[in-house]
């Protein structure tokens, strides 16, 4: 007999079962890994947001921004761009949009407390989402 070379067909079943058996178990952990870089990256937008309102505050005799934040992205001086908020799972399309103080409306963005009359909140950002994290840990507007 002959060896023409090639595989016979139980190989090639065999390659295929364990090529799909290997991506039915790293396909879905690499969507898990997409959702949760997306969300660290929004925990660090928001830090840095904060951070940027407070060196605000401090530059400019302990008053916050009264706009919605384009102050702070007025010549980059304390942030370049007001941050993407991603929050796969929520339905959300991923925004930058600052929306003055009012309540968690679920439209994602960012919400920010402008007002002084509120001395409370009065400076506060938050993001703008009544969902849970992937982990199902926190909401996302109590961080």
Request: charged content about 20%; glycine content about 8%.
């Amino acid at each position: 007999m002959k060896n023409r070379g090639g595989f016979a067909w139980w190989e090639l079943a065999v390659i295929l079962l364990v090529t799909g058996f290997l991506a039915g178990i790293t396909i879905p952990k690499f969507r898990n890994f997409i959702v949760r870089s997306k969300e660290a990256a929004t925990k660090g937008g928001l830090a840095s947001l904060r951070s940027a309102v407070n060196v605000y505050y401090r530059d400019n005799g302990n008053v916050y921004p009264t706009d919605t934040l384009q102050s702070l992205t007025k010549d980059r001086k304390y942030i370049p761009e007001i941050p993407l908020v991603q929050l796969p799972g929520t339905g959300h399309p991923d925004s930058n949009v600052v929306r003055p103080a009012q309540k968690i409306s679920d439209e994602g963005g960012w919400i920010y407390y402008n007002d002084r009359t509120s001395l409370a909140d009065w400076g506060r950002v938050v993001i703008n989402c009544s969902h849970y994290d992937s982990k199902k840990e926190i909401v996302w507007s109590e961080l």
